[in-house]
């Protein structure tokens, strides 16, 4: 079982709507949970992180946390054109700094 | 403030070859992490260094090595080239600590011939 598991998609939505990325994980000790979107031929961008149990919201994006269901998810409101990319969802322990990536979900926003 | 910088950006090498590519940092962060990306396998990782340690390692064989400097420059070198070495290597770094996230740098596109 891998560590963190993610829908590869493609997702596709059309823009102005939400588009829902989510993410699971194996380790019932992670404590940090992350956001990254990475466009094609770039590396990796942190849009978001949430530590707590809820919902946070940063802008058009919220991440939502549910530790007991080990499930985080990334929401997308208004969705442009422009978040057309490929979205990494990552997981860390408390001891150390060891990060665990899923595999991306591919997301295209439709004009 | 800076970003985390990785040099060289491409490289080109033939298989047997040794490559060693190079991360600075943003200022202040003390940890330094490796991570390989291949369409397939998605990022992999590959060690993290803070302090000059090694702290964690992930599941590369030894060809792949790393070292941290003082001033928490990371180096990392792969012997023995084969093809499938052939990825993205990423750097990150981070505060270091309870929470803290990495932020990466544009990566070395390695492609071995």
């Known amino acids: 079982q891998k560590e963190v598991e993610q829908n590869s998609g493609p997702l596709s939505v059309p823009e102005g709507a939400i588009a829902s990325l989510n993410c699971t994980y194996s380790?019932?000790?992670?404590?940090?949970f992350f956001w990254y979107r990475q466009y094609s031929g770039k590396s990796p961008e942190l849009i978001m992180f949430?530590?707590?149990?809820g919902d946070k919201e940063d802008g058009r994006f919220t991440a939502q946390l549910n530790k007991a269901s080990q499930y985080v998810s990334l929401l997308i409101r208004d969705s442009q054109p422009s978040d057309s990319a490929t979205y990494l969802c990552a997981v860390s322990r408390y001891t150390g700094n060891q990060f665990y990536f899923g595999t991306g979900t591919s997301l295209t926003v439709i004009p | 403030k800076a970003g985390v910088t990785q040099t060289p950006r491409y490289l080109i090498k033939t298989r047997g070859q040794q490559v060693t590519l190079s991360c600075s940092p943003i200022?202040?962060?003390?940890?330094v992490s490796w991570y390989q990306q291949t369409p397939g396998q998605g990022l992999q990782f590959l060690f993290e260094y803070f302090s000059e340690t090694q702290r964690n390692k992930g599941n590369f064989p030894g060809r792949f090595s790393g070292r941290q400097f003082s001033n928490s420059r990371s180096e990392m070198n792969v012997s023995t080239l084969e093809l499938g070495d052939s990825a993205l290597y990423l750097c990150?770094?981070?505060?270091?600590?309870?929470?803290?996230?990495?932020?990466f740098g544009p990566g070395t596109r390695l492609t071995v011939l």
């Open positions: 949430i530590y707590s149990n």
């Open positions: 380790d019932r000790g992670s404590q940090s």
């Open positions: 990150a770094s981070s505060l270091a600590g309870v929470y803290n996230e990495q932020f």
């Open positions: 200022s202040g962060h003390r940890s």
